[in-house]
């Protein structure tokens, strides 16, 4: 292994920086040149890329994006495209290549390593979290910070004004951003993708919290929730319950934005510096996670297409929590 290429694919995540970062001066310290590929599967069909220093991802491991830039690619999907992208491994003399993405960017690199051979290994890098054989993408932690602050800020209005607040966060098939953020502000309900429609129970749940001398109601709602997401929600609760004062926030993008949190450093940093080692021993075709705090090694076919469950415990935990 003498030249490895690092990109970044599918949505940004905070941490990225710091797993590219860890990549780079992983390779250095073993004697590998590495390459930045830019804009992910394009930058590699495109031939976007250049050699690495250690002082290129100076003072990068604090900021949020991705200093090699993200694309989602419609000319990867075809075999025209992925062939120009393994000219361009040709061309450019590298060995191996690791990914920093989402399911989709797994699902192009096992394609493209059954392809061409190409030694491949994937870093998690989502705020979703949805990966199978990894307890924690890269930017899940960062992303629940940045909800948590969000809504304590929307908590302060909402008790001010007796208010309900119906939030939405990100996730469009997965529910763990919003479980977990729910829990951390204390919400009173959490409605996500992976239960069926809540909003009759909801209502219920509502009418009756409201007996209950509550100052403010946070309700956390995953954009893929089955009703439709927060607006439909919130119309349903206006209407079954015209007593209440409903507000409706969507969190968005600054979701995927700011600088990375402590244990998304440090684990974007475990796990750069785990696919080098990976590649240099001879991995190919798996993504490198972390399990129970371990290093995890997982085909890129199981942890994409196995399904990570929700915690039913959590879900118990935070109807426990909003009485
Ligand atoms: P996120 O979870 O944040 O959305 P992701 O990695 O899942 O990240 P996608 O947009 O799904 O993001 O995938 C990134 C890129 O991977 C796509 O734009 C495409 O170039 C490539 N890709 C996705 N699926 C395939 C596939 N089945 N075959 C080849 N390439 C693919």
Redesign the pocket.
């Known amino acids: 292994m003498k030249k490895i290429g690092v990109l970044t ?3 940004d995540a905070p941490g990225m920086n710091a797993a590219i970062r860890a990549v780079v001066r992983t390779c250095i310290y073993n004697k590998i040149t590495p390459i930045g590929i830019y804009e ?2 394009k930058g590699l069909i495109e031939n976007q890329m250049k050699e690495f220093s250690s002082r290129d991802v100076s003072n990068i491991i604090q900021r949020g994006g991705t200093v090699l830039k993200s694309a ?3 000319q ?2 075809t075999k025209e495209g992925r062939l120009q992208g393994y000219k361009n491994i040709l061309a450019n003399k590298i060995d191996g290549l690791i990914v920093i ?5 797994f ?2 690199a096992k ?1 493209f390593f059954e392809e061409f051979g190409v030694p491949i290994v994937g870093i998690p890098g ?1 705020i ?1 979290n949805d990966l199978y054989g990894t307890d924690f993408c890269i930017g899940y932690d960062s992303a629940l910070n940045t909800i948590i602050e969000a809504v304590d800020k929307i908590r302060d209005t909402a008790s001010s004004h007796n208010r309900l607040f119906i939030i939405e966060v990100m996730g469009r098939d997965a529910g763990f951003l919003a479980l977990r953020s729910g829990i951390g502000v204390g919400a009173e309900a959490i409605l996500i993708p992976e239960t069926p429609v809540y909003t009759e129970k909801l209502i219920k749940k509502l009418k009756d919290q409201s007996t209950q001398n509550k100052q403010s109601m946070i309700v956390i709602v995953a954009e893929g929730e089955k009703s439709g997401g927060a607006h439909a929600v919130a119309e349903h609760v206006k209407s079954n319950c015209p007593e209440f004062d409903v507000k409706v926030s969507i969190l968005g993008h600054i979701q995927r934005g700011g600088s990375p949190s402590a244990l998304d450093r440090v684990l974007a940093s475990r796990l750069g510096n785990a696919a080098v080692d990976a590649l240099k021993n001879g991995s190919k075709n798996e993504m490198i996670g972390i399990l129970h705090r371990e290093i995890s090694h997982i085909p890129f076919e199981k942890a994409i297409k196995h399904n990570v469950n929700i915690n039913p415990a959590l879900l118990k935990l935070s109807e426990i929590l909003a009485i």
């Open positions: 694919s599918g949505g992910g599967y989602r690619c419609s990867f999907l993405g989402g399911d989709g960017t699902a192009g394609v989502t979703d």
